[in-house]
């Protein structure tokens, strides 16, 4: 069962930094891109970021230059989100894209992070 488990969401003042983390357990298969969504109160779900297992990275045009998406050796991805405005207030979910047998794609979400940015 492929689980995906967030952390280090909190509350920040506007101007401060967080660092997300996202670990993957119980992957059968090889993960194509692995991306950070965010969804505030009444708000439709953003993509906020995106890398691919060759490394390449996306962002969103509200947070480039602000955030970066990276990936270590084991199946864990981290949103460094720095420069961190009230309107990056929601909650934040990280997403896997998972090449399964008979090259079947499918996709597999944490629960999610709560980040608060006070002004």
């Known amino acids: 069962q492929v689980r995906l488990m967030e952390s280090g969401g909190g509350l920040v003042q506007a101007g401060g930094s967080l660092r997300l983390s996202c670990r993957a357990s119980?992957?059968?298969?090889?993960?194509?891109?692995m991306r950070w969504y965010r969804q505030a109160p009444g708000k439709q779900r953003e993509l906020v970021a995106a890398?691919?297992?060759?490394?390449?990275t996306s962002y969103v045009d509200s947070v480039k230059g602000r955030f970066t998406i990276s990936r270590d050796n084991v199946n864990t991805v981290h949103l460094q989100m720095n420069s961190l405005k009230p309107e990056d207030t929601a909650v934040y979910y990280c997403?896997?894209?998972?090449?399964?047998?008979?090259?079947?794609?499918?996709?597999?979400w944490g629960q999610g992070t709560q980040v608060t940015v006070s002004s």
């Open positions: 119980g992957i059968d298969g090889s993960i194509n891109v």
């Open positions: 997403a896997a894209n998972i090449r399964q047998v008979y090259n079947v794609f499918n996709d597999y």
């Open positions: 890398i691919t297992s060759g490394g390449s």
